[in-house]
């Protein structure tokens, strides 16, 4: 069973940077059992949820929420119609506990302007911990980081929180993360929930 079907609570780093997407379609990439379709389709967004197991998105519809299952590591797979990655199509990607180092610049170039990518997977080191121990499957050191500076539109984008290293929660493993906005009036949209979070931090 798949790591994303063991789980059904959306992951903490998710929930966090979810709510900066702005309102429009969103995608959840390799989807599994649609715990931030759910999240994403809760906050109103038009969610396409992706993946290549029929299983999961058996679990993973709902309202808000359009499934698609596709193999997005078949050679020549760009070239198909249902290829659900093109320039500036999204308000937010959300990708978690799945690495394919090719869609790296096609997911920052898939959103549009104001957009929001709010990617998390696991990093070299994890294999101390378990499985994924494949360094082919871990992000190197800053490799999240690396991908941004190496976009030939890398000026278009703001990385609003980045993370390298170990995590408990909800499990003992070694994570990369990073929450990217392209373009739009990011400084003042950060402000803004930087702000959110004080008030609530306050209240709280």
Not at 48 to 76: H, K, M, N, Y
Not at 91 to 104: A, W
């Amino acid at each position: 069973m798949s790591v994303h079907l063991q789980q059904d609570q959306p992951s903490a780093w998710v929930r966090r940077f979810a709510p900066l997407i702005p309102h429009g379609q969103a995608l959840d990439l390799a989807c599994g059992g649609g715990r931030h379709s759910r999240l994403l389709a809760g906050l109103g967004l038009d969610v396409l949820a992706v993946d290549r197991d029929p299983q999961a998105l058996a679990s993973t519809a709902g309202e808000r929420i359009r499934t698609l299952a596709f193999d997005l590591e078949q050679a020549g797979c760009e070239s198909d119609p249902a290829f659900p990655l093109s320039e500036g199509r999204y308000t937010g990607i959300v990708v978690t506990n799945y690495l394919h180092r090719p869609l790296l610049p096609l997911l920052l170039s898939s959103l549009a302007d104001g957009g929001v990518l709010v990617y998390e997977t696991f990093a070299l080191g994890n294999g101390q911990f378990g499985k994924p121990s494949n360094p082919d499957f871990l992000l190197a050191p800053g490799e999240l980081l690396q991908a941004v500076a190496d976009h030939p539109d890398r000026s278009d984008f703001r990385v609003i929180a980045f993370e390298d290293g170990y995590t408990a929660s909800p499990k003992p493993a070694m994570v990369q993360r990073i929450c990217v906005r392209r373009g739009g009036n990011a400084a003042a949209n950060l402000a803004a929930n930087l702000a959110a979070n004080l008030a609530d931090n306050a209240l709280a």
